[in-house]
């Protein structure tokens, strides 16, 4: 019962304070104050963003792609090399033969240009994405 009491004697002065303040009425340039103070305290905090994959994995992977795009392209329709056994040298008894997973394999010119094509195509996306993203994160 005692904190009822507190309480109530709380909530009754918390009223009478709350009466007796004046409405206050902001100046005409308040929201414009409020953004410059938030435009300066956002200036002196800059984060520089820095890529996870630089721009020399990006080449080592595109020249990648691309030598294995023309090793594949070599004839017109692709078949997968066989794969050779290994030789140990002194030991000639135990030749290794690998296990050949990709003689069956063959890959049309179709299917190449559509892989080839639709690389290129995430890659340009994924630029266009980056810059629209920056453009964003800037302005």
Not at 19 to 33: H, M, R, W
Not at 73 to 78: D, P, Y
């Amino acid at each position: 019962m005692g904190e009822n009491k507190h309480i109530e004697e709380l909530d009754t002065f918390a009223k009478k304070y709350i009466n007796e303040l004046e409405v206050e009425k902001p100046s005409i340039d308040f929201t414009k104050n409020i953004m410059d103070t938030i435009l300066q305290q956002e200036d002196s905090k800059v984060y520089k963003a820095t890529p996870l994959i630089s721009k020399k994995v990006w080449i080592l992977l595109l020249g990648i792609l691309s030598a294995s795009i023309f090793y594949i392209s070599r004839g017109k329709s692709v078949a997968w090399d066989k794969i050779p056994g290994v030789s140990f040298g002194k030991l000639p008894e135990m030749k290794v033969q690998l296990p050949n997973l990709f003689e069956n394999i063959s890959i049309s010119n179709t299917m190449l240009y559509a892989v080839f094509f639709f690389t290129i195509l995430v890659f340009v996306q994924m630029y266009l994405f980056k810059h629209r993203f920056d453009k964003d994160l800037n302005s």
